[in-house]
């Protein structure tokens, strides 16, 4: 049966938001394995888990184009409709750019020089640790607007800010491995080659952020 | 059993009947807010509304009932003809009682009230014609089922603004809740006291002015404020033993405790709107099998209206478990603070519309209350299409039991005389 005052509460799109960056955290995990299986040169096993990524972003995919389609015009959420697609957007660019990252090491199974090994290491753990903190963000969200405290608002901001910070680092490093490339690797292709790969992974970090300030916006006052 | 019992034995059948059924239908959702908060249980909810609604029904019900709903007929045109005003009013009551009957079992959010008086405006067209109605009357009626859910949704939503700002978003939020608790606890008492001087004190004839009404209203819940203030705070102190998140759930229990107040305050300003539904047709019934007149008002006896209450709240316990029961587990975003807001707003304005002889349905002004929340940035998502149905919820039930009405009148009188 439905009652006008149940008919009035709509599913919070919240929830699914959740299950979407609970997706990109096991992609992360995944992105990391692959990235070490692929600096030991085990390229079927790094094929296997770059298929495996795909398939968990199609499933992310899936979940951003239900909470989409499924927000009609007529709810009346928190916060503005706007921010929150844009921030779906950016979340979902963070998992596109991982399997982006990884489509480009397959194109062509280039070994990452020995000298240059360790910085993308660090470079991949640097933009890992603020995409880890989108599950926590989006809960730390939901807790606020369900309770509307100040303690609550600032624990959001406080998240927003350690990923801001992580990925200022990562831009450092990501600067300071190109300028490593080009004075150590002297073949055109390959400074192309590493360069590009530098940038998609840079890029994971960044939208993270933009979904952090998009974050941010939503519960602006 | 002569012809005279007999009418008055249907009368109070239809008459109770009609009472259950607003009982399932709307005071359900008069309680809903509160179960959804989990501030109290279902049984608490039943137990309450039934105390509250029949408190409410006689100490600020409509004593003084006009007879055809508000005037929008004049029934002295029938005053020749008691009979005819008899079975009209049982054919309205029984069309109403139908309706909201299907309703529940269908589902469909109607209004209690919209149902009599669609049912009341097909009786005068039938029994005198169109022409004699008093369509001025309608303007401010139909007006009405639109303002009050906005006066629900404003009152509701500065509240709730008023609320973040002050004590949410302060440094010591439990501090800050029970320092102004007091001034929220002395508005329900005001509101409570000003409506029970006007209404229910009318067949003492004392006449207040609005100024002595106030001097009384003003002192007493002065001393209210205080003293619950200190009385939930030891509650609270009782119930709360150790959390993580102490100062959280402390201001979550107490203004769980404060919605034990406001529940009691919808609960109260339902009955005193809506028992007078099924008790004033029912009671213009009794008035003209008595007399044998046709009255332009009548006095509702107090017994009818303690008996009307009390079969709200039967109504509620045989049928409304269940409704209170989906309505809170599906209204879960909804937490103590925004449920003392929503039920606040919504029983100031249910009893202020029944104070000027609005018949408002105090469904659409609970809705109209969370929606102000939402406004203020205060719930999860909001379903606003629900305005849509609410608005089809008028459209069909105004037709449906003016017609219905009028078939029921045409079938008795066509039987009978």
Same mark, same amino acid.
């Given at each position: 049966?439905?009652?006008?005052?149940?008919?009035?509460?709509?599913?919070?799109?919240?929830?699914?938001?959740?299950?979407?960056?609970?997706?990109?955290?096991?992609?992360?995990?995944?992105?990391?394995?692959?990235?070490n299986?692929?600096?030991?040169?085990?390229?079927?096993?790094?094929e296997?888990?770059?298929?495996?990524?795909?398939?968990?972003e199609?499933?992310?995919?899936?979940?951003k184009?239900?909470?989409?389609?499924?927000?009609?015009?007529?709810?009346?959420?928190p916060v503005?409709?706007?921010?929150?697609?844009?921030?779906?957007?950016?979340?979902?660019?963070?998992?596109?750019?991982?399997?982006?990252?990884?489509?480009?090491?397959?194109?062509?199974?280039?070994?990452?020089?020995?000298?240059?090994?360790?910085?993308?290491?660090?470079?991949?753990?640097?933009?890992?640790?603020?995409?880890?903190?989108?599950?926590?963000?989006?809960?730390?969200?939901?807790?606020?607007?369900?309770?509307?405290?100040?303690?609550?608002?600032?624990?959001?901001k406080?998240?927003?800010?350690?990923?801001?910070?992580?990925?200022?680092?990562?831009?450092?490093?990501?600067?300071?491995l190109?300028?490593?490339?080009?004075?150590?690797?002297?073949?055109?292709?390959?400074?192309?080659?590493?360069?590009?790969?530098?940038?998609?992974?840079?890029?994971?970090?960044?939208?993270a952020?933009?979904?952090?300030?998009?974050?941010?916006?939503?519960?602006?006052? | 059993?002569?012809?005279?019992?007999?009418?008055?034995?249907?009368?109070?059948?239809?008459?109770?009947?009609?009472?259950?059924?607003?009982?399932?239908?709307?005071?359900?959702?008069?309680?809903?807010?509160?179960?959804?908060?989990?501030?109290?249980?279902?049984?608490?909810?039943?137990?309450?509304?039934?105390?509250?609604?029949? /408190?409410?029904?006689?100490?600020?019900? @409509?004593? $003084?009932?006009n007879? =055809?709903?508000? #005037? &929008? *007929?004049?029934?002295?045109?029938l005053?020749?003809?008691?009979?005819?005003?008899?079975?009209?009013?049982?054919?309205?009551?029984?069309?109403?009682?139908i309706?909201v009957?299907?309703?529940?079992?269908?589902? /469909?959010?109607?209004?209690?009230?919209? @149902?009599? $008086?669609?049912?009341? =405006?097909?009786? #005068? &067209? *039938?029994?005198?014609?169109?022409?004699?109605?008093?369509?001025?009357?309608?303007?401010?009626?139909?007006?009405?089922?639109?303002?009050?859910?906005?006066?629900?949704?404003?009152?509701?939503?500065?509240?709730?603004?008023?609320?973040?700002?002050?004590?949410?978003?302060?440094?010591?939020?439990?501090?800050?809740?029970?320092?102004?608790?007091?001034?929220?606890?002395?508005?329900?008492?005001?509101?409570?006291?000003l409506s029970?001087?006007?209404?229910?004190?009318?067949?003492?004839?004392?006449?207040?002015?609005?100024?002595?009404?106030?001097?009384?209203?003003?002192?007493?819940?002065?001393?209210?404020?205080?003293?619950?203030?200190?009385?939930?705070e030891?509650?609270?102190?009782?119930?709360?033993?150790?959390?993580?998140?102490?100062?959280?759930s402390?201001?979550?229990?107490?203004?769980?405790?404060?919605?034990?107040?406001?529940?009691?305050?919808?609960?109260?300003?339902?009955?005193?709107?809506?028992?007078?539904?099924?008790?004033?047709p029912?009671?213009?019934?009794?008035?003209?099998?008595?007399?044998?007149?046709?009255?332009?008002?009548?006095q509702v006896?107090?017994?009818?209206?303690?008996?009307?209450?009390?079969?709200?709240?039967?109504?509620?316990?045989?049928?409304?478990?269940?409704?209170?029961?989906?309505?809170?587990?599906?209204?879960?975003d909804?937490?103590?603070?925004?449920?003392?807001?929503?039920?606040f707003?919504?029983?100031?304005?249910?009893?202020?519309?029944?104070?000027?002889?609005?018949?408002?349905?105090?469904?659409?002004?609970?809705?109209?209350?969370?929606?102000?929340?939402?406004?203020?940035?205060?719930?999860?998502?909001l379903?606003?299409?629900?305005i849509?149905?609410?608005?089809?919820?008028w459209l069909?039930?105004?037709?449906?039991t003016?017609?219905?009405?009028?078939?029921?009148?045409?079938?008795i009188?066509?039987?009978?005389?």
């Amino acid at each position: 049966m439905r009652w006008l005052l149940t008919s009035l509460f709509f599913k919070s799109p919240f929830e699914n938001l959740q299950r979407h960056a609970d997706k990109i955290k096991e992609c992360t995990h995944m992105f990391k394995k692959a990235i070490n299986l692929h600096m030991q040169g085990k390229y079927e096993e790094f094929e296997n888990i770059k298929d495996e990524v795909a398939r968990l972003e199609s499933e992310a995919d899936a979940i951003k184009r239900n909470i989409r389609n499924h927000l009609p015009r007529g709810i009346l959420m928190p916060v503005d409709k706007f921010q929150f697609f844009q921030y779906i957007r950016e979340q979902d660019k963070v998992l596109d750019e991982i399997e982006e990252t990884l489509f480009w090491l397959s194109f062509k199974h280039v070994s990452i020089p020995e000298g240059l090994k360790d910085e993308f290491v660090h470079l991949v753990d640097l933009v890992i640790k603020p995409v880890n903190l989108l599950p926590e963000l989006v809960n730390q969200a939901i807790v606020y607007f369900r309770t509307n405290y100040k303690d609550h608002r600032n624990r959001v901001k406080s998240t927003c800010r350690d990923i801001r910070q992580w990925e200022r680092e990562a831009d450092f490093v990501e600067r300071e491995l190109k300028l490593k490339i080009f004075n150590t690797i002297k073949d055109a292709f390959l400074i192309f080659y590493f360069i590009r790969l530098t940038e998609y992974i840079g890029s994971i970090a960044d939208h993270a952020e933009n979904a952090s300030d998009m974050m941010r916006a939503m519960i602006a006052r | 059993m002569t012809v005279e019992t007999l009418i008055l034995v249907c009368a109070s059948f239809v008459g109770l009947y009609m009472a259950a059924n607003i009982g399932a239908n709307d005071l359900a959702n008069a309680m809903g807010t509160s179960v959804g908060s989990k501030a109290i249980t279902i049984r608490q909810a039943v137990l309450i509304s039934m105390i509250a609604n029949a /408190l409410g029904a006689v100490l600020a019900g @409509s004593h $003084v009932t006009n007879t =055809i709903s508000k #005037g &929008i *007929i004049n029934p002295q045109l029938l005053s020749s003809q008691p009979d005819k005003f008899i079975i009209g009013m049982f054919a309205s009551l029984l069309a109403a009682g139908i309706w909201v009957n299907l309703a529940t079992y269908l589902g /469909l959010p109607v209004s209690t009230t919209h @149902s009599i $008086v669609g049912a009341l =405006i097909g009786f #005068g &067209i *039938i029994s005198i014609g169109a022409s004699y109605i008093n369509w001025g009357k309608v303007i401010p009626i139909v007006l009405s089922w639109i303002i009050s859910p906005l006066a629900g949704a404003i009152i509701s939503g500065t509240l709730y603004t008023l609320l973040e700002r002050k004590v949410l978003f302060a440094e010591d939020p439990y501090k800050a809740s029970l320092k102004y608790s007091p001034f929220f606890i002395f508005l329900v008492f005001v509101i409570l006291i000003l409506s029970f001087i006007f209404k229910g004190l009318k067949n003492l004839h004392l006449n207040l002015n609005l100024f002595t009404a106030l001097s009384i209203a003003i002192p007493v819940s002065v001393i209210f404020g205080i003293a619950g203030r200190y009385y939930m705070e030891w509650r609270v102190k009782k119930t709360i033993s150790s959390s993580e998140e102490k100062g959280y759930s402390l201001i979550e229990s107490f203004f769980a405790q404060l919605q034990l107040l406001t529940a009691c305050y919808v609960a109260f300003a339902h009955g005193a709107n809506d028992v007078a539904n099924a008790v004033g047709p029912w009671a213009a019934i009794f008035s003209a099998v008595k007399t044998r007149s046709v009255a332009l008002k009548v006095q509702v006896p107090f017994w009818m209206l303690l008996i009307g209450g009390i079969a709200v709240g039967g109504g509620l316990m045989a049928f409304g478990s269940n409704v209170i029961k989906t309505i809170g587990e599906n209204i879960t975003d909804i937490n103590p603070v925004r449920g003392f807001c929503a039920e606040f707003g919504a029983a100031t304005t249910i009893l202020v519309c029944s104070r000027l002889g609005l018949p408002i349905s105090t469904t659409h002004v609970i809705v109209g209350s969370v929606i102000g929340i939402g406004f203020a940035r205060g719930a999860g998502a909001l379903d606003l299409r629900v305005i849509k149905n609410i608005c089809i919820s008028w459209l069909v039930t105004l037709p449906f039991t003016l017609f219905l009405a009028m078939f029921l009148y045409k079938i008795i009188i066509y039987l009978i005389l």
